[in-house]
């Protein structure tokens, strides 16, 4: 039991940001205030969302490096929406933002299904093809904060007991898809594509439509952290959330999702998503050179990696070790 | 394609026509070609209108307006190789590439054209003057001065930059520290670097903020950081209580300035850029001043600028935008 506990993948991650809290903590006390710490999901908030759907993805043998771009052309596009028509009711501005995010998602995994394309090729052009977008219909020009209307820019910051919008969604999407994928019949079948894809056919399982199907969650779930972001941040132009794609795979990955596809949960995602959340608000905070800053995040994944890599390893049964001590 | 086909003929006939009209039209008017790096770019066409100011005080002096459609060295070729066939008396530009506008503005040299560059210059050979906006000395007081300006009796104040490595930031940084002990009971207590993106430097304005709790301004000396940082203070709701100040544009920051989060912040005003480089061209073109080092050249309203060894000279202090003049020009650039 013990055993199974230390093995966990959650339970070991979990460890792992306790232990960075508290060397966090030895240098700058104030990071773990209870309100602090509220601050630092606040601001991983959006990563969290990306991270649930790269989750899904990766799953299904497949990778989406187009979110940050769909992120950045839905809330290039809702912010533009919101200074022609600054009457439109939030709620409208949400259904677009989701419906767009929704629309990009199933024109890459359209793409992986239908023509069969890798999803690294589909979605690096379709990435391309985004931020191509947003300069189009924006010519390169910025969308400011005081073009913005006051509640297109309240709602990720309007509070619900205690807690900001912004973090709500990211704690609804995560129990939405813990349900999803442990109690439904297309999470598993997430699990099963990835898993083993030619058991999956034999099972009845149509591997691209499923694969079709992550991917419209991702790019839904990248749609309304579109809003969320551009809403939050004030600005929208087009190299926001430049290299955030990679940020989001780094979580997965750092959350035990293995990139072979099959293995993975939403609760390793979260905690992948806050790990790197966690240390990205601590390191201004501690006072370390900027050129450490990143050779220390990247360290971070790699030890990460390594660690997954290690507990995966003993999964294997060895049946042949009477023999092998014979000999 | 059809556009750089249309260009040609454009140039031929424009060719033609100043063929036919020089003797006419000699000595009229003084024509001086405001080149810029792209039309329809908001902060060019306040330039013009500084430009056209500078004609109406001048008087017998037309402004050309041109540039190509997209901010490309081989459109300003195009746009250059017309002007040269219009015959034009100086061309004052903001090139988009240093090096490759040289050959064609060496033709115009040689045909007697005055050609000089302005906000962003073209390499020594091809022109013979260069007109900065600022310089690093002044941007680096400037930024420290917006600051201290609203802390009378001293203060802490922070500064966020682009990345460690960015050249720009870092040299105006250097300056600022070098005057620094101009500005008593100002402490400047870090530097961090936002790597001009909108969540990492909000992220690194918020640590400012914790680690430094008594902090009294923010100095952003680039567009990026200066909006997340002017946001992040504003959700902290510390907005008049932290200045976020530095260099930004006006259009990106009157919702700071609305909120109070940014008291004043300064770049350079695209109107006197403008008027400058008329007054200039006009002056080399007219023969009333020359361009070698050390030479001063007279601006009109804007003093003179004096120019170094390499003949490239500085405008002015940056212009400093707060709440009495932001209206007037966030609709501008």
Request: hydrophobic share 50%; with cysteine.
């Amino acid at each position: 039991m013990l055993q199974r506990l230390i093995s966990s993948r959650e339970a070991l991650l979990l460890g792992a940001i306790a232990v960075l809290l508290a060397l966090i903590a030895t240098r700058f006390p104030g990071f773990i205030a209870p309100g602090n710490l509220a601050h630092v999901f606040n601001d991983t908030s959006p990563l969290i969302l990306l991270a649930i759907g790269q989750m899904i993805v990766i799953l299904t043998k497949c990778i989406d490096l187009s979110v940050a771009a769909n992120l950045a052309l839905t809330g290039m596009v809702v912010a533009m929406i919101n200074v022609s028509f600054p009457g439109v009711p939030v709620a409208v501005i949400l259904a677009v933002a989701l419906a767009l995010g929704t629309l990009m998602g199933m024109v890459n995994g359209l793409l992986v299904w239908k023509l069969q394309i890798p999803p690294i090729v589909v979605t690096l052009g379709t990435m391309t093809i985004f931020r191509g977008i947003i300069f189009l219909i924006s010519d390169g020009k910025w969308v400011n904060s005081h073009e913005m209307s006051e509640g297109f820019k309240a709602f990720p910051r309007a509070e619900l007991l205690g807690l900001p919008m912004l973090s709500w969604v990211a704690l609804v999407a995560v129990a939405v898809f813990a349900v999803v994928m442990t109690r439904t019949r297309l999470g598993r079948a997430f699990y099963a594509v990835g898993g083993n894809p030619h058991a999956a056919v034999y099972t009845g399982l149509d591997v691209g439509r499923t694969q079709f199907w992550a991917f419209t969650i991702s790019g839904a779930l990248a749609g309304i952290t579109g809003y969320l972001w551009v809403s939050r941040y004030a600005v929208a132009y087009v190299d926001i959330a430049g290299g955030f794609e990679l940020d989001v795979v780094a979580a997965c990955v750092i959350g035990g999702i293995s990139i072979a596809g099959g293995v993975g949960t939403v609760g390793g995602a979260l905690l992948g998503a806050l790990f790197l959340g966690v240390i990205k608000n601590a390191l201004p905070v501690v006072d370390i050179s900027p050129f450490w800053q990143l050779a220390i995040s990247g360290a971070a994944i790699i030890i990460a990696v390594a660690v997954n890599a290690r507990a995966a390893r003993v999964k294997g049964r060895i049946i042949l070790k009477s023999a092998e001590q014979a000999a | 394609m059809i556009r750089r086909n249309f260009t040609k003929l454009l140039a031929g006939a424009s060719l033609a026509v100043s063929l036919m009209g020089t003797s006419a039209m000699a000595q009229d008017n003084m024509r001086i070609a405001l080149v810029v790096k792209a039309l329809g770019i908001g902060f060019f066409e306040a330039a013009a209108k500084g430009a056209e100011e500078a004609a109406g005080e001048l008087g017998n002096v037309e402004i050309i307006y041109t540039g190509p459609t997209d901010t490309t060295a081989e459109g300003q070729i195009e746009v250059i190789n017309a002007l040269i066939a219009q015959g034009v008396d100086a061309i004052a530009i903001s090139a988009n590439d240093p090096d490759a506008l040289v050959p064609a503005l060496k033709k115009a040299q040689q045909r007697g054209i005055t050609v000089i560059s302005w906000d962003s210059g073209v390499a020594e050979e091809g022109r013979s003057m260069h007109l900065n906006p600022s310089s690093n000395p002044l941007i680096g007081n400037m930024i420290i001065k917006l600051a201290a300006d609203h802390l009378p009796d001293g203060g802490q104040v922070a500064v966020l930059s682009a990345s460690a490595t960015a050249t720009n930031q870092n040299i105006w940084i250097e300056e600022m520290n070098k005057v620094l002990p101009d500005y008593p009971g100002i402490e400047v207590v870090g530097t961090v670097y936002g790597d001009d993106l909108a969540d990492k430097s909000y992220r690194e304005a918020q640590g400012l903020m914790q680690s430094y709790p008594d902090l009294d301004a923010i100095i952003a000396p680039t567009s990026v950081g200066i909006v997340a940082a002017a946001q992040a203070v504003q959700d902290a709701g510390k907005a008049g209580e932290i200045n976020v100040t530095g260099l930004g544009l006006p259009s990106e920051m009157a919702g700071a300035i609305e909120s109070g989060a940014s008291k004043s912040f300064a770049i350079w005003n695209p109107i006197d850029l403008g008027y400058s480089a008329t007054m200039i061209a006009h002056a080399l073109a007219s023969g009333a001043a020359t361009a070698e080092p050390g030479a001063s050249i007279p601006m009109g309203r804007m003093g003179e600028v004096t120019l170094d060894e390499t003949t490239s000279g500085a405008m002015a202090d940056p212009f400093v935008y707060d709440s009495s003049n932001i209206d007037e020009f966030k609709s501008i650039f």
